[in-house]
C-alpha cells in the first residue's frame, strides 16, 4: 500500500521523514514515499512525483504554519483529492489547528500530531489497507507500543521561529506557474497533473484572491499547459467579486 507524503518547506519534511519512518512500524505492508529523500540520483523528479501522485493509495499532507499556502502543497494536494477517493487525502497538521489551515486545503478532514488524531490517521491508512489488514484491537496494541518514538521525534523537530505573511492567491498561482514552466522545459508530460492539480486545489473559487486581469493571465497559460477548460470567466469574476465585498 503506498502512502504519499507531501511536504513543503523544512519543518514539513522534518515531518514527513518521521512519519516516512515510523508508519511501516504501526502498518507493516505500507510503503509511504516522500520527494526529495526517496528519488533516485538521475531520475527526472517531475515525472517521478507525478506518477507517484497517481499511484498512491493514501496521501498524507503535511501542513506548518509557514506552508499553508504553499504553491507545492497545493499543487500536490489537488492531485491528491482528484486521484483518491474521498477520505483518503488527509493534512497532518504541526503546530496548528484545523481552524487555522484556509481553503482549499480547508476542505479536508486534517488531523494533528497528538496521540489520539495519529491513532485516527493510521488506523484511516489501515481501513483502506487491499490486503493484509490489521485488526483494529492488534492495531492499537502496536501503535500504543510505537507512538512514542514518532512522538519524540515530533518534539525534536525546531519550532517555528517567523512566520511569514499570507500570501494572496496571485502569488501562489505566480509560483504554481513558475514550477509548470520549468517541468515543461524538461520535457515531462504533465499536462493531466496540472489538470487534475488546478481542478482539485482551486475547487472553490470563493477562496481566490487577488488582481482581475493578473489572474486570469495565469488562468489562460496554465490552460494552455493543461489544455483543459477547468475555470470559467465567470467564476473568476465571482471569486474576485465576493473578495472585494468580503475585504
Known amino acids: 500500500m503506498k502512502v504519499f507524503l507531501s511536504w513543503s518547506g523544512e519543518r514539513s519534511k522534518h515531518l514527513a521523514i518521521a512519519l516516512r519512518d515510523w508508519i511501516p512500524t504501526v502498518i507493516q505492508v ?44 497545493l499543487f500536490e494536494a489537488g492531485c ?3 486521484s483518491l477517493s474521498n477520505g483518503r487525502a488527509c493534512p497532518y497538521l504541526l503546530g496548528i489547528t484545523p481552524s487555522d489551515v484556509p481553503p482549499p486545503l480547508g476542505q479536508f478532514q486534517a488531523l494533528t500530531a497528538i496521540r489520539e488524531d495519529t ?39 525546531p519550532a517555528a521561529t517567523t512566520i511569514s505573511a499570507r500570501r494572496t492567491q496571485e502569488e501562489v498561482l505566480a509560483e504554481i506557474l513558475d514550477s509548470v514552466r520549468k517541468l515543461v522545459r524538461s520535457s515531462v508530460d504533465i499536462r493531466g497533473v496540472i489538470h487534475e492539480a488546478v ?23 496554465l490552460k494552455e499547459f493543461s489544455k483543459a477548460e477547468f475555470i470559467s470567466q465567470e467564476s473568476a469574476k465571482s471569486a474576485l467579486s465576493s473578495d472585494q465585498k468580503g475585504s
Open 80 to 82: 491528491l483529492a482528484k
Open 119 to 157: 491513532h485516527k490517521l493510521v488506523k484511516s491508512i489501515n481501513d483502506y489497507g487491499t490486503e493484509f489488514k490489521i485488526s483494529d484491537d492488534v492495531l492499537t496494541t502496536i501503535f500504543s507500543r510505537s507512538w512514542p518514538d514518532l512522538e519524540k521525534k515530533i518534539k525534536e523537530i
Open 199 to 221: 481542478n482539485g486545489a482551486y475547487s472553490n473559487p470563493a477562496s481566490i484572491s487577488g488582481s482581475g486581469h493578473v489572474y486570469a493571465n495565469y488562468i489562460a497559460e
Open 30 to 73: 505500507a510503503k509511504p514515499w516522500i520527494s526529495g529523500n526517496d528519488i533516485q540520483a538521475g531520475e527526472r523528479w517531475g515525472q517521478k512525483i507525478a506518477s507517484e501522485l497517481a499511484d498512491s493509495d493514501f496521501g498524507v499532507i503535511c501542513l506548518t504554519a509557514e506552508n499553508i499556502s504553499a504553491p507545492w502543497i
